[in-house]
């Protein structure tokens, strides 16, 4: 089933005027926020929330014996500056160590 895009327009237009009036905020270098659409109600599937993760690999046998989240190195700063402080706030990736059960 495909998702209504008139749905997911007025969404983005609320979204975006939040984000317009918070522009001096958005452009600052070190100070970001995101903005999570997908997360707990999803309307694409983009990524599934650390529960239905967690309970997929369960279902698949496994269990999560340790997990980190992953933040970018100093390094990183000096290449982008604005992604750097974006991961060190957000981070893009998990890891998980699995087991079998």
Same mark, same amino acid.
């Given at each position: ?17 939040k ?42 046998? *496994?269990?999560?014996?340790? /997990?980190? &989240? +992953?933040? #970018?190195?100093?390094?990183?700063e ?6 750097f402080?974006?991961?060190?706030k *957000?981070?893009?990736?998990? /890891?998980? &160590? +699995?087991? #079998?059960?």
């Amino acid at each position: 089933m495909l998702a209504d895009p008139t749905r997911f327009k007025r969404t983005f237009e609320s979204i975006n005027s939040k984000i317009i009036s918070a522009k001096d905020f958005v452009d600052e270098l070190k100070n970001h926020f995101t903005v999570l659409t997908e997360y707990n109600n999803s309307f694409f599937s983009v990524t599934p929330t650390l529960s239905k993760l967690i309970q997929t690999y369960r279902k698949g046998g *496994f269990s999560v014996h340790w /997990m980190e &989240e +992953l933040f #970018p190195d100093k390094s990183f700063e000096k290449i982008d500056p604005r992604a750097f402080h974006f991961a060190s706030k *957000f981070p893009l990736w998990h /890891m998980f &160590e +699995l087991k #079998p059960i």
